[in-house]
């Protein structure tokens, strides 16, 4: 993985915050075959199962009974786009984020900030496995895998709680950066004007 983190640069990882931004913009506004707002109206009002926080078997196929054939088609071209381009931006930008951001403002040894940012592949491996198996309860409808369902609630939960940590460690990290750049600033003009008398 070094040098996967020798990409760990400025402007690799605010192109791929604005890949990650419009592709979650993508999927979250207006209605077009490929949006979430899309299957909420054509299933009364039930979202996809990957943005609930948990559920157990018993919801997921209340949800998943919802959706009429064009919902469940607008579903499996979600899956796909999420599986193939958000997955791989949305990992790739919070590990990146998170050694740039380590390397930075901590005196860990490399190795270590290595290991901390592989944490976002946990949840990409996590929403991948996620994501096949909703194909797969979508694709048997209207026969019932309640394991599955069951082990898919877990994965979305755990997912979820991965994503929350490296989203809000990043946000921290960020905010302890550029008070820090604004400290440095100011301290430059001070030495730069002189002590005043």
């Known amino acids: 993985m070094k040098h996967y983190f020798q990409y760990a640069k400025d402007r690799n990882i605010t192109t791929l915050f604005f890949i990650f931004l419009a592709s979650y913009l993508f999927l979250n506004v207006g209605h077009h075959p490929f949006s979430i707002p899309s299957i909420v109206k054509?299933?009364?009002g039930f979202s996809?199962?990957?943005v609930i926080p948990y559920y157990n078997a018993e919801t997921a196929y209340v949800y998943l009974n919802a959706y009429n054939e064009t919902a469940i088609a607008i579903?499996?071209?979600i899956l796909i786009f999420d599986f193939l381009v958000l997955i791989p931006v949305y990992v790739s930008f919070f590990s990146l984020s998170l050694f740039f951001l380590l390397e930075r403002l901590t005196d860990l040894k490399n190795?270590?900030?290595q290991k901390?940012?592989?944490l976002p592949f946990i949840a990409g491996?996590?929403?991948m496995v996620e994501d096949i198996i909703i194909a797969l309860l979508l694709y048997t409808?209207?026969?019932k895998w309640n394991f599955l369902a069951e082990i898919c609630g877990i994965l979305t939960s755990s997912k979820s709680l991965i994503t929350?940590?490296?989203m809000l460690a990043i946000f921290g990290l960020y905010i302890v950066l550029g008070i820090k750049k604004v400290q440095k600033k100011r301290a430059n003009s001070y030495h730069k004007a002189g002590p005043t008398n």
């Open 141 to 143: 409808l209207p026969e």
């Open 42 to 44: 054509l299933s009364g």
């Open 75 to 77: 579903y499996n071209r």
């Open 164 to 166: 929350v940590i490296c």
């Open 48 to 50: 996809i199962l990957n």
């Open 116 to 118: 901390i940012a592989l």
């Open 125 to 127: 491996f996590l929403n």
């Open 111 to 113: 190795s270590i900030v």
